[in-house]
């Protein structure tokens, strides 16, 4: 299923959500400008195997890999997903709460993964974990909001469906602990691949984020 748009109302314009799109867009074309693409992402992007707890320099990798892409079906669909689920998230929290929690999730989606690839030398990238986290809070927020999908059917065939959210994403979820823990039978920490403990991490962090913010903005 990929979502071609959802039906939620807001009243602010998400301009960190766009800020966002930007910011990592132009990354994306320094990216695609500098002499060595690959280099550029191996000396910028989160290599497990170099970074320290204590060597406080090497957090700064984990900022870096939030905005690094791998080509761009890779930054398309992050940032397709960013644009049609993180305006409605930002109009619910506020904008800078909103930057805070981006950040936040990217960071928790970055060590989710870290855990299984610990001594791994393939750079760590993509918006998708903090983009999980965007999902999660979502999921919270707008359950009932209403997600317009493309549906693969028979033959080959794709059809438009509107979805319920909660569907939609418990269904994304339930595919990314699937294939995650399926990724543990031939695991190789010298081979890349899609970081799923990193989509399971960010989406948890942002359930369990947006609950606790929903229960203090409905207390106060």
């Known amino acids: 299923m990929f979502p071609l748009s959802d039906i939620a109302p807001r009243r602010r314009f998400p301009f960190i959500n766009y800020l966002i799109i930007i910011i990592t867009v132009y990354v994306f074309f320094l990216q695609l400008t500098a002499p060595d693409f690959e280099n550029f992402i191996f000396e910028y992007g989160f290599v497990p195997s170099r970074f320290s707890f204590f060597d406080i320099s090497s957090y700064k990798y984990i900022i ?16 397709w997903f960013l644009h049609i689920f993180g305006d409605n998230v930002e109009d619910k929290m506020g904008h800078l709460n909103y930057l805070f929690f981006y950040i936040l999730s990217g960071m928790v989606a970055v060590f989710s993964q870290y855990l299984f690839n610990l001594e791994s030398n393939i750079p760590m990238i993509g ?94």
């Open 64 to 79: 870096y890999s939030i905005f690094l892409h791998g080509g761009f079906f890779h930054i398309f669909s992050n940032l």
């Open 127 to 220: 918006a998708s974990g903090a983009i999980s986290g965007v999902a999660g809070a979502y999921f919270v927020f707008y359950p009932r909001g209403k997600i317009k999908s493309l549906v693969p059917t028979f033959f080959g065939f794709y059809d438009i469906v509107i979805l319920p959210a909660w569907f939609f994403l418990g269904y994304w979820f339930l595919i990314q602990l699937l294939s995650g823990f399926g990724s543990l039978v031939t695991f190789d920490i010298n081979q890349g691949g899609v970081a799923w403990f990193a989509h399971i991490g960010g989406f948890l962090f942002g359930y369990f984020w947006a609950k606790r913010f929903k229960k203090r903005v409905d207390f106060f």
